[in-house]
């Protein structure tokens, strides 16, 4: 299978502390990766290196064949390849549903405004809030908003789909709605790093869980083995906590 | 509260007219609208309205537009456009309007002259580039603070869908900053309008200059300072009512979820 993502090494610094250090990570196409770990262990700053919200400091990432830098022609040689849905939905709130789902379509890609259109509707439907297409984003449910987020996302047809912790911000009975969602979008072959502590669902769709902290990769592996024998102290600690309670 | 205000003025008023009945301290009838050198008086000070009100808003709008193309470089990633920003800022509001007056109406014709240039600067442009400058100092700071108080996160958004920093600035944090931008935008041409009376001091005809010639030629300086306090105090409550209107229209839209 095709190698999409390639993380060799990198590390990153926030002035002196450092957030990310010698991280090595493989995607293959289709693959879903899942990342959890304490809060503070890099997980978001790792994903977000990959769009390239965040550059690294040493190392070097290859996303899509291309190696990132700062270089304008690199950055627009994945830009809208690599999707992110963020934690706080971050909808546009000036603009109605489907404006958000077509903005990037049209000004960022070039689609004509009818297509942009017809594609916004069909993937609202497959995330099942088509009713809520041209109501303004505050008038719905945070459960709706990310799943509207999802949407926007897909509507750029990305290679690779990014999570940062898409449920932290929902009430309890909303989650299930968006890890539905984002679950539906796993069998259907979607290349996906999620950022979760939502274990039941890396369990039923990963296929490779990673365990971050101090900015380093402590361990990495299938869901069966990864919950069953955590090899390190730190990771059988941290799944004590989360599962037990 | 806001019936206070009608009620303070009136009191205000009421006082000043039973002063002129009562003692000798008071001489109304420079401004009384029954006589006709009164008359003549009142329709001479009343006709720098046009002026006060031209030169504030044509100063306004350089000034909306000016603020804007000096705030925009603030957002660069370049530290040349970056530091063009700041300093003009701390320059430009680092100058008093009336020094600013004398340099562009005094000053500025002679950089022309050497420069051989045929270029003459009368009061009313000089007024109007000398308050359009000095204001739109501060018209690119309340940009930036508007700019600024949207999240990072929408910015992070447009990023993700594709848009360049460009499109990201056009199509969703200006429009958001907008609603910000624009009460604190209204406040300042009201500073804008207040300080156009620095224009009478180069000779420009407009309420105050007007104000003070009828003063030289009456020697009733209570009567018409108060009559001219008042012209202005009439324009800025217009300008507050149609502000309170704006926010109001604005405000029943705002729906910002994040």
């Not at chain 1, 497959?126 to 509207?148: F, H, T, W």
């Not at chain 2, 000034?63 to 040349?80: D, E, H, K, R, W």
């Not at chain 2, 030629?217 to 009439?234: A, G, M, S």
């Amino acid at each position: 299978m095709k190698e999409v993502i390639n993380i060799k090494n990198i590390s990153k610094y926030f002035g002196k502390f450092k957030a990310l250090d010698s991280v090595n990570l493989n995607v293959l196409k289709g693959q879903k990766v899942v990342i959890c770990g304490p809060s503070g262990s890099g997980k978001s700053t790792l994903v977000r290196c990959i769009n390239r919200l965040e550059s690294h400091d040493e190392g070097e990432i290859n996303v899509l064949g291309h190696s990132l830098t700062d270089n304008r022609a690199c950055l627009e040689s994945i830009k809208s390849k690599v999707s992110m849905v963020f934690q706080q939905f971050n909808l546009f709130p000036h603009l109605t549903v489907i404006e958000n789902l077509t903005l990037g379509p049209i000004k960022a890609l070039g689609v004509s405004k009818k297509e942009a259109n017809e594609r916004a509707l069909y993937f609202l439907d497959r995330v099942k809030i088509p009713e809520q297409a041209y109501k303004k984003p505050n008038l719905l449910s945070g459960g709706q908003q990310q799943r509207v987020a999802i949407a926007r996302a897909l509507c750029l047809e990305p290679k690779i789909m990014l999570f940062d912790e898409p449920t932290s911000a929902l009430d309890p009975e909303m989650i299930a709605e968006v890890l539905e969602v984002i679950l539906d979008l796993a069998n259907d072959g979607m290349t996906m790093v999620v950022v979760t502590h939502e274990m039941g669902f890396a369990k039923k769709a990963a296929d490779k869980i990673i365990f971050m902290d101090d900015g380093k990769i402590l361990e990495e592996n299938i869901p069966s083995i990864f919950f069953k024998n955590p090899k390190t102290n730190r990771l059988k600690k941290f799944l004590d906590q989360v599962l037990n309670y | 509260m806001k019936s206070f205000k009608y009620i303070f003025v009136l009191f205000f008023l009421a006082s000043l007219a039973s002063c002129s009945s009562g003692s000798g301290n008071w001489g109304w009838y420079v401004i009384d609208p029954t006589t006709k050198s009164g008359l003549a008086n009142i329709k001479f000070l009343i006709g720098g309205f046009g002026a006060t009100i031209l030169l504030s808003i044509i100063a306004a709008f350089i000034s909306i537009i000016l603020g804007l193309v000096v705030a925009l470089p603030g957002f660069s990633n370049n530290f040349f456009l970056r530091s063009f920003n700041r300093i003009y800022v701390e320059f430009i509001r680092a100058i008093p309007l009336l020094p600013m007056l004398f340099w562009v109406f005094y000053g500025l014709p002679v950089i022309f002259q050497s420069l051989g240039l045929k270029i003459e600067i009368d009061a009313f442009w000089g007024a109007v580039i000398t308050l359009a400058i000095s204001d739109s100092a501060f018209t690119a700071e309340i940009y930036r603070a508007g700019i600024q108080s949207i999240s990072r996160g929408q910015r992070e958004a447009a990023q993700t869908i594709g848009l360049s920093q460009f499109q990201a600035m056009r199509y969703i944090i200006f429009p958001q900053a907008l609603r910000r931008i624009l009460p604190p935008l209204a406040n300042q041409f009201i500073y804008i309008v207040k300080m156009s009376a620095f224009a009478s001091v180069i000779g420009m005809q407009e309420l105050t200059r007007r104000a003070n010639e009828i003063v030289v030629t009456e020697y009733r300086p209570l009567e018409i300072y108060t009559l001219l306090i008042l012209e202005y105090l009439v324009l800025v409550l217009l300008i507050s009512f149609a502000v309170r209107w704006l926010e109001k229209k604005l405000g029943s839209n705002e729906s910002n979820s994040n």
